[in-house]
């Protein structure tokens, strides 16, 4: 189960890291120039660390609770 958790999350990480990587500031942030926006950047490390922190908790819970699931119809 937790193979399945770490990889999945590894997979999410590596696919956002790889979208990001690829459009780069080429995504239209706003067509309207009368507003200044800033361009995207790359997020904080502490930002990612939380997100996927909570991505894996989530993936395990939903793990526990299917297993659990699939061993009360058994």
Avoid at 27 to 36: G, K
Avoid at 46 to 66: E, N, R, T
């Amino acid at each position: 189960m937790l193979p399945a958790v770490l990889s999945a999350t590894l997979t999410g990480v590596v696919a956002a890291l790889l979208a990001c990587w690829a459009t780069g500031s080429y995504l239209p942030v706003v067509v309207d120039d009368a507003i200044p926006v800033a361009p995207p950047t790359w997020p904080r490390p502490q930002a990612v660390l939380v997100s996927v922190a909570g991505v894996m908790l989530l993936f395990g819970a939903v793990a526990l609770a299917l297993g659990r699931a699939v061993r009360v119809r058994d």
